[in-house]
């Protein structure tokens, strides 16, 4: 008897929980659903680093300048600016009218907090102030102009101000609030304010009447953190997310939601570049001859086609094509196991000599590629062994203390797009990521470049560390790999963001 | 009695200790949250990073940090998530609750699918009916729950679109995590069930009640059921603290905002405060149920009392 009633329950309960799921409608009309892979727990811009922050804040707030996905660099909430004093001083002149969701004005004042926050106390708790080092101080000349004063020129500060720590953020508010409010209730003057944040579940947005911009097609925009890959495609497989955003996809899922009629994947040259550098400074690797042997010895084209499902971009340097340096001229060498076996046996290497590459071993798509790479360089004639670490142990030990075998992954790309951002601290001597080389002709370039603002020099002396860096065989470049973006039919008018700033005002729902 | 109880409390008190700065001393061991903070940035010198070890509170000796840590814990101050700054105790306010519903879920399923089944099993000891249940049991003990999970979302949310696949928003969102963990706990149950019923079926009252001429349902869920409820309920009582462990896996396949997810988390992003705290929740919770059990044990049975 009571197993029959028992049943009859689950059944009544199935049926009452279905039909109220049912009830409420899985699409309502001018709102879209994203899932996130991360929580970065503060909404503050001077707080984190996390691409993840990014693609939920671009819609709060605003810098001075504006990069889009097309990344250009245009005015945002400053209207114009001049480089004056040999590039120690910016004058800006900032849009009027404009007001943050609050009310409160945007002025020369608030670009001043601003940056006096992030330059002072509040900002050295956290990651974002290193990052705008050369600003020395922030000068108010009139309402609606200030002058960035530097401490040396910065030909990367104009992009630094479109994102991240340089956020302009409302000075009354924060007075009167406090900052642990302001971290979990954020108000800037961008086309979408802030309603809601439950931390691990989910931040809601809306639609801004006040903004100085396009104003949002969409009424909501709800943000779900989901970090599992496969429940955020089953999400999305449901219904009940319209936009899974990067890095959450992994190639393999690709063919699930392209199989789907109503989703549809979307994709964009990322930031991230992925190589195995080599350590120049002891073991075979150290002989230049052997470090091109191998990367002959490596069909890096077919590991693209194959493992990751021609969702990448081969490359000669590291960087992607949407990198500032970026030469259209160097060509990846080529595929050519005959001549990797003449120059290994030029330097005197041994058939089977041993050769071993360090991976983080949690990133699965990559310990493929690794695969691949280990047999294609035994059929040279070298024997590679794959050693896997804990991302953080691989990171903040092995690498910077120059504990790594032969090989090892580096798999980086900054927002900013520009080279220098990961070229110095990768080739110049004694920095973090250059563990083994130390070469005074790549130092003085490197540090060349960081004088200079202007740009078609600093192009070239950028492209010229990236030749230099491929004629000495640094690395062994694979690949730029695309940013993959899971979306449903019903959204209109999505263009995916190469570094995941996503601004979403021009977007629509059916 | 109360040097049992006082006994056994200092037991339980040296467990939580001994967990809580093992967890705490191992994690500082893996990686230094200053780093993790600050990748992707480009340009971080050594004084960035002792700046914002500075604001974490991580230049201090570990001691100082752990009996600061013990220190807020009595005023339910569990310190700030390195990841935002957001206070700990807001974050497992928010998830134990999360965390134990889905718990309580997952034994009421069990219970109902396991008493039944056990019985009938019981009943029909050595028939069809108690070898099929008897070979599901060990199928169910053979499935890995993740696995389970995954084509419950499959069938249910993507081809029926009955339930939805993630999320805790409604009644709804309990079904499918509920039954993962509930079938798994079953398998196990049944067996237990089966066993303890076996036993009492062999009583003289059963017998007697039987020979009253009641009906079987009577004798089966009144009089036999009652007398096995108390090792049963005993093992449950056990049980409960061993699926909070299991409940982290169910909780990443279903995106749960409970313990297990805020532990992932934070063992992912080096957040100290966090994942001591969710430890400490975890090991309180399963020593505070080892401890009620013990002192009911002594309650019953004085021999336990002054062994």
Redesign the interface.
């Known amino acids: 008897m009571i197993k029959k009633q028992g049943l009859r329950t689950a059944i009544m309960a199935l049926a009452v929980a279905g039909g109220a799921f049912m009830a409420s409608p899985a699409w309502a009309a001018g709102t879209m659903t994203i899932s996130s892979p991360q929580d970065p727990g503060s909404w503050d811009p001077v707080d984190t680093f996390l691409v993840n922050w990014a693609s939920v804040a671009t819609n709060i707030y605003d810098g001075l300048t504006y990069r889009g996905p097309d990344t250009k660099l245009v005015p945002g909430l400053a209207t114009s600016w001049e480089t004056l004093d040999d590039g120690k001083r910016i004058r800006f002149k900032l849009r009027e009218g404009v007001k943050f969701h609050d009310g409160e004005p945007f002025n020369a004042e608030a670009v001043k907090f601003t940056f006096d926050r992030l330059m002072g106390p509040e900002g050295s708790k956290g990651p974002q102030k290193s990052n705008y080092a050369s600003i020395d101080h922030v000068e108010v000349i009139d309402d609606n102009t200030v002058d960035f004063h530097l401490k040396q020129p910065d030909p990367v500060l104009l992009t630094k101000l479109a994102g991240y720590g340089a956020m302009i953020v409302p000075p009354k508010y924060i007075a009167e609030h406090g900052e642990d409010y302001f971290n979990t209730h954020p108000v800037g003057t961008g086309p979408f304010k802030f309603v809601s944040y439950e931390p691990k579940v989910g931040i809601k947005l809306e639609k801004f009447d006040g903004f100085w911009g396009d104003k949002a097609k969409l009424d909501h925009l709800n943000y779900r953190f989901i970090s599992e890959p496969s429940t955020a495609v089953a999400e999305l497989q449901a219904g009940r997310v319209d936009l899974v955003i990067p890095p959450t996809i992994p190639i393999g899922m690709i063919p699930t939601i392209k199989g789907d009629p109503n989703l549809d994947v979307v994709t964009s040259p990322s930031p991230t570049v992925y190589a195995l550098r080599f350590n120049t400074k002891n073991g075979i690797t150290k002989d230049v001859k052997v470090r091109k042997a191998l990367i002959y010895g490596v069909d890096r084209q077919a590991i693209i086609d194959s493992i990751l499902g021609g969702e990448a971009s081969p490359i000669a340097s590291f960087q992607g094509k949407l990198s500032f340096g970026y030469d259209p001229s160097m060509k990846p060498l080529p595929y050519d196991p005959a001549k990797a076996k003449e120059l290994l046996k030029e330097a005197g290497v041994q058939p089977g000599a041993p050769v071993q590459i360090d991976i983080r071993g949690n990133d699965a798509t990559f310990n493929e590629v690794v695969q691949a790479v280990a047999s294609y360089l035994q059929i040279v004639g070298i024997n590679a062994t794959i050693k896997p670490y804990e991302t953080n142990v691989l990171l903040n030990d092995i690498i910077p203390k120059g504990k790594t075998g032969a090989m090892f992954q580096q798999s980086w790309g900054g927002w900013t797009l520009d080279f220098d951002n990961t070229a110095y601290f990768m080739y110049h001597t004694g920095e973090k990521w250059n563990p083994y080389d130390s070469d005074p002709k790549m130092d003085e370039m490197l540090e060349s470049q960081r004088a200079i603002t202007d740009r078609a020099k600093r192009e070239e002396i950028l492209r010229n560390i990236a030749n230099y860096a491929a004629d000495r065989a640094l690395e062994m470049p694979l690949y730029n790999l695309n940013a993959i973006f899971g979306i449903s039919k019903r959204v209109k008018n999505f263009t995916p963001a190469p570094d995941s700033r996503l601004r979403l005002n021009e977007v629509s729902v059916d | 009695m109360a040097g049992f109880l006082i006994k056994r409390f200092l037991q339980a008190v040296f467990v939580v200790f001994v967990v809580t700065i093992t967890v705490s001393f191992a994690i500082r061991l893996?990686?230094?949250p200053a780093?993790?903070?600050?990748?992707?940035?480009?340009?971080?010198?050594e004084a960035?990073l002792e700046?914002?070890r500075e604001?974490l509170g991580l230049n201090q000796p570990f001691l100082v940090q752990y009996f600061q840590f013990i220190k807020g814990m009595f005023t339910l101050d569990f310190g700030r998530?390195f990841?935002?700054?957001?206070p700990v105790s807001?974050?497992l306010a928010?998830?134990l609750p999360a965390t134990l519903s889905l718990a309580f879920a997952s034994m009421i399923v069990s219970i109902?699918?396991s008493?039944?089944l056990g019985i009938?099993a019981a009943v029909a000891k050595g028939k069809w009916a108690d070898q099929i249940i008897r070979i599901l049991s060990l199928v169910g003990l053979s499935f890995p729950n993740f696995w389970l999970a995954?084509m419950l979302?499959?069938l249910l949310?993507?081809t029926f679109?009955?339930?939805?696949?993630?999320?805790?928003d409604?009644?709804?969102s309990f079904?499918m995590p509920a039954a993962t963990m509930g079938i798994i706990l079953t398998a196990t149950n049944v067996r237990l069930v089966r066993t303890a019923m076996l036993e009492t079926l062999q009583s003289q009252y059963i017998m007697v009640a039987r020979a009253k001429g009641l009906s079987e349902?009577v004798v089966l869920?009144k009089h036999a059921l009652r007398n096995c409820a108390i090792p049963l309920i005993t093992y449950f009582g056990l049980q409960f603290g061993a699926l909070l462990g299991g409940i982290v896996v169910i909780e990443?396949?279903?995106?749960w905002?409970g313990l297990g997810?805020?532990a992932?988390?934070a063992v992912g992003g080096?957040d100290y405060p966090v994942l001591q705290a969710v430890i400490t929740v975890l090991s309180l919770l399963i020593v505070g149920i080892n401890l009620l059990v013990d002192i009911a044990y002594g309650l019953i049975d004085p021999r336990i009392r002054t062994e």
């Open positions: 893996t990686g230094d780093l993790m903070l600050t990748q992707g940035a480009g340009s971080v010198t960035d700046r914002i604001a998530s990841l935002g700054g957001t807001g974050l928010q998830a109902i699918l008493i039944p009938k995954t979302v499959l949310s993507i679109r009955l339930l939805p696949p993630s999320g805790m409604n009644f709804a079904i349902n869920y990443r396949v279903f995106n905002p997810t805020l992932f988390d080096r």
